[in-house]
C-alpha cells in the first residue's frame, strides 16, 4: 500500500458521490464546531468588555444575552427558510447573487473567504492558547502544536467530508453532553437554593467598578458577545453535502446546533450571573477562562472538571473544521462563475473540492506563522465577516420575498411570504446594527483591515473574471469549420545526435510531410563541438539519407545550429521565424523528441533540456507554430497498469464498471 492511499485514502469514484453524502450525526461535527465552540468565548468576550463595571456589569449580562439569543432565534429561522428556498447552496453568496446582484454577490464572497480563514487560524491558536494554559510546558511549542492540529485537520478532510465528520463526531457530542449535564447539575443547585448557591470551589472576586454602566458600554458588550453566532450560517453554505433529502438533514443539522448553542449561552449567562462569575484579565498571572470557573464552582476539578475542560480544548482546536467544510464550496460556486480559478470547482481523488481545502490551509498556516500561533490581533476582525455576510444574506431573503409577493401566488402563500419577510427584515436590521457597532467599537484595535481587505479581494476577484472573460471573447467562434486544400506542415525535429530517439522522431515526421528539417544545436567555438557535427553528417548521410532515397522519400535536411550562450531555444526560435518568413502559407511544427522518466531518480540523472525547450516554444512561438512530442519509455509501460488499479477501487466498492455504449445503428 503506497503512503499516499494510506495517508489519503483510495481514490473514489464518480459513482460513490452519493455514498459519501452525510446526515445529521455526522453534520453537526462537520459543520457545527465553529458555532458550538463559540459558546466557549462568545459569553467571555461580553463579560470581558463588562470588567471596568464590576458587579454592576455582570448582573447586566442577562440584558446582553437576551437579545443576542433573539438573534440567534432570528438567524435559525432565516437560515431555515433560506436551505428550504435554495435546496443546493443557500449560502450568502447565492442568496445575494439572485436577489441583489453581482457587487452584493462578490462583497458576501470577500467577506465569506476572510472570515473563513480567520476561524482556522483563530480557533486552533484560541484551542492552543487554552491547552498551553492548562499544560504550561507546552507554551514553548505554541506554533508546532498549531501546525501539526492544521495539518491533521486538512489531511481529515482531503479525505472527505465523511471521514471528517465522523472522526470529530466523538469530541464534539462529549462535549455537547459534557456542558449540557454541567448547565442541568447547576441550573438545579441554583433553583434549590433559592437562587444563590454555593461554589464548589469559589471563583475569583470580581474587580471593583472603574466605569458606569452605560448604553455604549452594553451596545460594545453586545458586539463583542455577537461572536458566539459565527459558523451559524455554516449549513445553508454546505447542504450540497447532506444525503437525500438534504433539506431535512439539513434543517436537523441547523436545529441541533442552534437549540445546543442557545442553551449553552442562556445558561453560562445565568449561572455566572447566579455563582457571581466575571470575565479574567488573560494577560494576568492565574488566569481562568469563564467555563473553567463555572465548571470548578458546580462541581469542582475533579474528573468531571477535567473531561469537560478537555472537550472544550478539543472542539476549539477543531472548530476550524467547519471552514475546511464550507470554504471549498463557496469556492466552488465562486468559481463555477469564472471569479475564482476553475481549478477550484473540480473535486480531487476524494470527491472534494482539494483545491479549496489546500488554499485555505495555506493561507491560514501563513496567518499562523506570521502570528507565532498567537492571533489575538485578529480576534477584533473575525466576526466583520460573518456578520456583514448576515446582513446581506437576510436583506437577499428580504428581496427575495418581495418576488415571491408579486409573483401573484395564492393567498396564503403570499401570506406565509409576508411572515417570512418581516422576520427576514428584522434580521437583516439586527445584523446590520451589530456589524455597524462592531465596526466602530473595533475600528482602531484592527477593524479597519478588513475594511480594506475586502474591497482588495473583491477587485482580485474581478480582475480574474475579466481574464476569462477576455478569453472566451479571443476563443470564439460561430463560423462553421473552415477547411481548405494546405501544403503538408515543415516538421523540424530537434536532435542531439543520431540515436534511437531521433530514428523514431523522424520516421514520424517523415509520415505527417516530406519537408522535414532536423535541427541540431552545437556550440559555438568548441573543437568537440565541430567533431560532433562531422561525425553526424557522416551518419546522416548513410544512416538517414540513403534509406530515405531508397524507398523513394525526400530525405531530411539537417541543419546545425549554434548557441553561443548555451540557450538551444534561442537559435531554434529564429530558425523557425526564418522559415515562416520563407514559408509564409506553410504551418511549422516543432517535434522534440523526450526520454520519459519513471523512477524520482531518473529526474536527477537528466538535464530536462527537453522540458524547457517545449516551455520555451509554446512561450514564445506564437499561435502559428505547433509543439509536438515524442516520448521514448526506458520501461515500456502498459495501458492496463493504469486501468487496474481503478478497477480493483470499484471492485472494493461493490461497482461494476459501466459498459461501453453500443453505436446507434
Known sequence: MSLTRLVFGRPLANQEQRERKIGAFEGVPAMGLDGLGSSSYGPEAALTVLIPAGAAGLAAIGWIMAPIL??????YISYRQTIRAYPSNGGAYTVSKENLGTNASLLAAAALMIDYVLNVAVGISAGVGALTSAVPLLHPYTLELCLAILALVTIVNLRGTLDAGRLFALPTYLFVASFLLLMMIGIYKTLSAGGHPAAVVAPPGLPAATEAVTLWLLLRSFAAGCTAMTGVEAVSNGVSAFREPGVKYGHRTLVVICGVLGTLLAGIAYLAHAYG???????????????????????????????????????????????????????????????????????????????????????????????????????????????????????????????????????????????SLVINAVGAVTTGTALAIIVIAKFIEGAWITIVVIPCVILLLRAIRGYYDELAVRLHNDRPLQLRRSKPPIVLVATEGWNRLTDKALGFALGLSPDVVAVHMTKEGEAEGDEEERSLREKWATDVEAPARALGLRPPRLVTLQAPYRRIHVPLLQFVEQTQVEHPSRTIAVLIPEVMKHRWWQHLLHTHRARRLRYALLRYGGSGLIVMNAPWHLEEPKIEEALVPEEVFLAAAGDKQPEPRKEAR
Not at 70 to 75: C, G, H, P, Q, V
Not at 295 to 311: D, L, P, Q
Not at 338 to 360: C, E, K, M
Not at 368 to 396: K, M
Request: a positive charge.
Open 277 to 419: 462569575i466575571g470575565a479574567m484579565d488573560q494577560t494576568q498571572d492565574g488566569y481562568q477562562s469563564v467555563l473553567s470557573q463555572l465548571t470548578a464552582a458546580i462541581v469542582g476539578r475533579g474528573v468531571f472538571y477535567f473531561v469537560a475542560i478537555g472537550s472544550v480544548l478539543a472542539v476549539l482546536c477543531l472548530s476550524a473544521n467547519t471552514s475546511f467544510v464550507d470554504f471549498p464550496r463557496l469556492c466552488r460556486l465562486v468559481a463555477q462563475d469564472s471569479f475564482l480559478p476553475r481549478a477550484f470547482a473540480f473535486v480531487g481523488r476524494r470527491l472534494v473540492f482539494s483545491v479549496g481545502i489546500l488554499y485555505l490551509a495555506a493561507a491560514a498556516g501563513l496567518l499562523l506563522v506570521a502570528f507565532g500561533g498567537i492571533t489575538d490581533r485578529l480576534i477584533p476582525l473575525f466576526a466583520i465577516g460573518a456578520f456583514l455576510t448576515f446582513t446581506l444574506s437576510q436583506a437577499g431573503m428580504v428581496s427575495h420575498w418581495r418576488h415571491v409577493i408579486a409573483s401573484g401566488t395564492s393567498g396564503r402563500e403570499r401570506q406565509k411570504a409576508h411572515g
Open 70 to 75: 433573539f438573534l440567534l432565534l432570528i438567524l
